[in-house]
């Protein structure tokens, strides 16, 4: 299913990015103004968030919404299965 690879490849852009700034699930979820637990289900591939939850992680991780779909839709079309 398409969207699930897209959901697969934005789980991989979150953590990504929130390694790269060197935060917890935690420290981003409380960003984010999310339950950690819901941090941890998107970077799992087991939550396709809506819009407003990934805006919220982009919001959290003060990155532009676009940029983190832009990245996932790059990820997606290289076509990498180890992601």
């Known amino acids: 299913m398409r969207s699930r690879n897209f959901a697969r490849a934005f789980g991989v852009v979150v953590r990504r990015y929130r390694k790269a700034q060197k935060l ?6 409380e960003r984010a103004d ?8 998107i970077e799992r591939f087991e939550r396709n968030p809506t819009v407003n939850v990934a805006d919220s992680i ?9 940029r983190l779909v832009k ?3 790059e990820l997606k079309r ?5 992601y």
């Not at 999310?34 to 289900?41: G, Q």
């Open 58 to 66: 982009a919001e959290g991780l003060a990155v532009p919404l676009w």
């Open 78 to 82: 290289s076509g990498r299965k180890s």
């Open 24 to 29: 917890s699930q935690e420290t981003l979820a």
């Open 71 to 73: 990245d996932a839709e």
């Open 34 to 41: 999310l339950a950690p637990k819901m941090i941890s289900l």
